[in-house]
């Protein structure tokens, strides 16, 4: 009888512990509220930002990701392109619906990076490092300042294939997303280099130079959701 008994007591034993683990995990792993801030890229049916919906089935994700988007310049002079011009009407509105906001995720710099803004690549990197700052310096009502992840723009495809608005922008973005990093290292901010994962075969995922298909932006997403869950 007490070779049974012990045999009983190991048992619950074995199922409490399992529940108290379970119990453990299902407190502090809880899910991500995030904030995305994108261009055509992150807009897209099959983009990153629902690919990384699909990834992140449990968490909630709010994009703000605008087709012609920029950090700072008002694209083809519309102010709703700007997204420094937009970004505490974006950070309200998530903060409100969300009831705070873990992570906020940046994806910008494909439009800062057009021929017409050649001679403005420096604004871009001040207009990044100003992002940065309102991010963390805005009002948030429901919980601490989230983290920020930024990630490089993708590379451009060659000027043979490209849209005139685009001609010289491989060379822009890829000095742009050498200078992201540098600024994210600076500021503290978690850097994904999607130039440098995509710039050896970009052109396998892309049409026009620009836009990626699905296994380009699921190749951003896993990156994005990979930075997300190592930092949480």
Known sequence: MAALFL??????????IMFLVLSFSCDTVKPL???????????????????????????SIYNKSISGN???????????????????????????????????????????????????SVEVLENLRTLIGR???????????????????????????????????????KWLSEQYKT??????VTFVGIHSLLENQFMDYSEDGVHLDSIGQLLIANEVRRSLTSNN
């Not at 045999?7 to 409490?16: A, E, F, V, Y």
């Not at 994108?38 to 990153?48: C, E, I």
């Not at 600024?183 to 503290?188: E, K, L, T, V, Y």
């Open 70 to 120: 920029t950090i700072g310049f008002d694209n083809l002079n519309n102010p709703k392109l700007n997204t420094l011009a937009n970004l505490d009407r974006y950070l309200l509105e998530a903060d409100q619906k969300a009831k705070g906001i873990d992570y906020v995720v940046v994806m910008l710099g494909t439009n800062d990076s057009k021929a017409v803004f050649d001679a403005r």
């Open 135 to 173: 991010i963390r310096d805005f009002e948030y009502s429901h919980r601490s300042v989230p983290e920020l992840v930024v990630l490089s723009p993708p590379p451009y495809g060659p000027d043979s294939i490209l849209a005139d608005k685009y001609r010289g922008g491989a060379a822009r973005v």
């Open 183 to 188: 600024i994210c290292q600076s500021a503290g």
């Open 33 to 59: 509220k995030i904030l995305t801030l994108g261009d055509s890229n992150g807009a897209a049916k099959h983009g990153w930002v629902n690919q990384l919906k699909a990834l992140m089935p449990h968490d």
């Open 7 to 16: 045999k009983g007591t190991d048992m619950q034993n074995t199922i409490l």
